[in-house]
């Protein structure tokens, strides 16, 4: 998009222009700001001025001249992963309450663009211009794959050595035996300061897959991984029941003491999550805001921090919408961590952030700093813009 101020005319409007033409340099400084305010003479114009209406209107204003769609360069085609990838067509014929990608589709690209820019135009990162008091955010690696017990735990270790300080593995093999082996050898490999989620992505469309991946569970095989998640101190189950079966949802979570979460991208507005945290199925909400957008995720998360609950956003795109989860959760005090797609090695994190200019990277203290920069506060390498 390509923005202009729209046109000052009066002379109120211009002196507010001057001053918003040298803003702090760095941070917000308010006693500053008013000094400025009251030098430019504008405090006065405040009730002497039936113009100062009229430069209020229109000063601040942006304008949108244009919007052009720029295509990128890809790279690389990393491929799929063969053992969670396995039934798109149960993606596909999955809708609305069911799972899958109905429901409702916001233009949340949109939003967030506009979002960059009312950022740009305060001078301001999003996470600053939202309140947000943190500069950095623990991310935890979310894993696809599945394999032997030893192996993920030497990838696990391997994470670890990286500086990461969280992992979400799937609960999706057949047995629950092969699901606690899995989150045993974790545990035993990373110790006990390692924080452990586990997905079991029983929400909605996975039950009608024939892999792996599709093994539905009872509710008593929901509520014996539960246990087991207790025993091994997993800060939460995520996705062990069905997406509208509230009732089970809610009787699992009086029967553990292991947070449960869920909630992403199929269940659609504000009133959804409100009921699942109402009904008492969840400890840890998850909205997504690829579907949900910015204006639902920071009401859902008002709402969890009225009940004492979590908020975690789900994946996002790993890239842009990702970011703006950062500067989000950046602003909220309920929320722990961001979920980042980081399978190693082909499913690294940093092949999705290498489209910025300045990717961001993990500390080797297992955090990332939220882009000081006004807006989202990253940009799109022009070398992977498409010519032509
Ligand atoms: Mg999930």
């Known amino acids: 998009m390509q923005i202009e101020k729209a046109v000052v005319t009066s002379p109120a409007a211009q002196k507010i222009k001057d001053v918003r033409a040298d803003p702090p340099k760095r941070g917000w400084n308010r006693r500053r700001f008013l000094q400025k305010i009251a030098a ?3 405090v006065p114009l405040l009730t002497e001025s039936p ?60 939003e967030i663009a506009l979002w960059d820019l009312i950022g740009k135009a305060a001078n301001q990162p999003l996470y600053k211009l939202w309140g947000g008091t943190r500069d950095r955010i623990m991310p935890y690696s979310s894993m696809f794959k599945l394999g032997p017990s030893s192996q993920r735990a030497e990838t696990a270790l391997e994470l670890k050595s990286q500086g990461w300080k969280a992992i979400k593995l799937k609960s999706h093999y057949a047995t629950l035996k092969e699901d606690v082996a899995q989150l045993e050898a974790v545990r035993n490999a990373c110790g006990p300061d390692f924080i452990i989620t586990t ?44 997406r509208y079966d509230f009732e089970r949802l809610a009787e699992l979570n009086r029967l553990t003491t292991v947070n449960l979460a869920g909630g992403e991208a199929q269940n659609p507005g504000v009133q959804e999550f409100r ?13 997504e805001i690829n579907t949900q957008g910015v204006a639902v995720l920071q009401k859902v998360a008002v709402i969890a921090e009225s009940m004492e609950k979590l908020i975690c956003p789900h994946l996002g ?11 989000l959760v950046a602003t909220w005090p309920n929320a722990p961590l961001l979920e980042c797609s980081n399978e190693i090695p082909e499913g690294a994190y940093e092949h999705s952030y290498a489209v910025f200019e300045e990717p961001i990277k993990l500390t080797k203290d297992g955090y990332f700093e939220l882009p000081t920069k006004p807006g989202l506060g990253v940009a799109i390498r022009k070398d992977l813009y498409k010519k032509g």
């Open 275 to 287: 009921w699942l945290l109402e009904k008492g199925c969840f400890d840890v909400i998850q909205p």
């Open 317 to 327: 795109d790993g890239r842009l919408s990702t970011v703006c989860d950062m500067h």
């Open 51 to 110: 113009a100062f209406a009229e430069a209020q209107h229109d000063a601040g204003r942006i304008k949108i001249t244009d919007i052009k769609v720029q295509q990128l360069i890809v790279e690389k085609d990393w491929g799929t992963y063969t053992d969670y990838v396995g039934a798109h067509t149960a993606i596909l014929y999955g809708g609305g309450r069911e799972g899958g990608l109905g429901g409702v589709q916001r233009p949340v690209g949109i």
């Open 40 to 42: 430019a003479g504008v």
């Open 199 to 242: 997905d079991g992505n029983k929400a909605g469309f996975s039950v009608s897959f024939q892999g792996t991946r599709g093994v539905p569970w009872s509710f008593q095989r929901a509520l014996e991984t539960a246990k087991e998640c207790e025993r091994l101190e997993v800060f939460w189950l995520e996705e062990p029941l069905p």
